[in-house]
């Protein structure tokens, strides 16, 4: 909300140095690959279906509520904040919410290992050049990184999902 708040109704200047570079590197639009939405949906689905096999309920239940959560919530983020872009609201970034809360859903189901977390983030920053050089400001992919965050972190607490659902079993000797 305070970014939403702070960056107003234009662009600000690390927007636009992203905006140039997307002008001067154009095969950066490529990284929207990791925002397309096929892609996304497939990835959902296959968490969705993994956590239902693995007899995660609690998981699976957050894996296919949240996104859907996300969408509604950028959505009513475009129009609160009524920021444009090319004539469309753009912040927060859809695409990037519903990444970003796919890909911790993902990271959760394979139990917070690090190169999950370590591959979700780099995932996270290519998605979000991405769409920083194309359809968005920077910041409107930095307000969806907070949002879809933000809204994991709440599903989690809501579904009292803690480390042993997650998979995420500490070695009490090794603490």
Partial sequence: MLLGLAVGKGSTPVDDWFQELGMRHPDLGRLLVFTDSRVVVAAYVAVVAAALLRRRRRLAAIAAVTPM?????????????????DGEV???????????????????????????????????????????????????????LLLGTALVCAAVSAARIDRRQCGCELDHKNR
């Fill in 69 to 85: 959560v996300a969408v509604a919530a950028a959505r009513f983020g475009k129009r609160a904040f009524g920021r444009l872009k």
């Fill in 90 to 144: 753009c912040f927060p970034s859809g695409h990037t919410t519903v990444t970003v809360v796919v890909l911790a859903m993902a990271v959760l189901l394979v139990g917070v290992a690090a190169w999950a977390v370590v591959g979700a983030a780099v995932i996270m920053a290519l998605a979000v050049v991405g769409q920083a050089v194309s359809y968005h400001y920077f910041t409107d992919a930095i307000g969806a």
